[in-house]
């Protein structure tokens, strides 16, 4: 037996027996006991701590393409359409409703570089109850024209983004820092963004060493830089606040950054699988101190 305030916090986990006694201790109404039938059981909320909202619409589609081409042919033409807050607010009702549906009681959203739609997508958290860190994702280089900010504009939206969702006043719902990659970001806007997440305390999520063409991509764009670890590092986007994406191919000297900083990985197995990028040695990172949680 598990017994709970409404706020969610557990205060007794005893035996059925004790039913009435809890009842009596806590005044907790018939009304408010739930009995699970036989078959049934009580397991805690899952957490996706890497999901795209947007994505939703191509779920099972172009699983025959590696990872940067996979973005310019299906995930950029698709993201283009989240301008339109009435395709945003439907598509984010869905993905919102159906993770819960499933159990995921707390996600790790990137929205898009879209103002609107991504306080949108918090909106639709906090209206439907679940718990979540949501990110205007920020872009401005190498990408589609129609997706790509000035680094102006994508500062002053991302602290707007930021004020927006503190100013929800929800304690389940919180802003992320969203620099998409390192290849979509030049370091003046990373280093920007480095800075609004210490001014307002938020969280930091992004991707690192998904693909070997990404890896050698950043490398190429950053030759100041050894690893793709320290291109981050280097705009103070490492941080105990910061979850990185897959971390398929990290270095061990990566692995030292990121367990001084505090930094965390989010393994999406299922992704690294669909877009053949590779298997990432979990263990590997467990033995190195870094703690992992999975992602779609």
């Avoid at 969610?8 to 035996?15: K, L, N, S, W, Y």
């Avoid at 009995?35 to 397991?43: I, K, Q, R, S, T």
């Avoid at 940067?68 to 395709?87: A, N, R």
């Avoid at 950054?257 to 990985?265: C, E, F, N, P, R």
Wanted: proline residues 3%.
């Amino acid at each position: 037996m598990l017994s709970t305030f409404v706020e969610g916090q557990i205060v007794a986990v005893e035996d059925t027996s004790l039913l009435s006694k809890i009842q009596l201790q806590y005044s907790i109404p018939d009304s408010a006991v739930t009995l699970l039938a036989d078959g049934e059981f009580l397991c805690p909320g899952l957490v996706d701590c890497h999901i795209h909202a947007p994505q939703y619409v191509n779920l099972g589609l172009g699983l025959d393409k590696a990872l940067l081409e996979w973005l310019d042919t299906y995930t950029f033409p698709l993201e283009e359409k989240y301008k339109d807050i009435d395709f945003a607010t439907k598509v984010y009702n869905a993905v919102v409703n159906k993770t819960l549906d499933y159990g995921t009681t707390t996600a790790c959203y990137f929205s898009t570089i879209h103002l609107e739609g991504s306080l949108k997508l918090a909106s639709i958290v906090k209206e439907l109850g679940q718990r979540a860190l949501v990110g205007k994702v920020n872009m401005n280089q190498n990408s589609p024209e129609s997706l790509t900010e000035t680094t102006t504009a994508s500062v002053q939206d991302t602290e707007s983004f930021i004020k927006s969702v503190l100013d929800l006043q929800s304690d389940r719902v919180q802003p992320i820092v969203t620099p998409r990659f390192a290849i979509s970001c030049d370091m003046d806007l990373m280093k920007q963004l480095g800075a609004l997440a210490k001014k307002y305390k938020t969280a930091i999520q992004t991707h690192i060493s998904e693909n070997q063409s990404e890896i050698a991509t950043v490398l190429e764009m950053f030759p100041e830089y050894q690893t793709y670890t320290e291109v981050y590092d280097g705009a103070n986007l490492i941080t105990n606040r910061t979850v990185l994406a897959h971390g398929i191919y990290l270095e061990d000297s990566e692995l030292k950054i990121l367990v001084s900083k505090g930094a965390t990985i989010a393994h999406c197995p299922n992704s690294n699988t669909s877009l053949k990028s590779g298997e990432c040695d979990v263990p590997r990172l467990l033995a190195a101190g870094i703690s992992v949680g999975l992602g779609t």
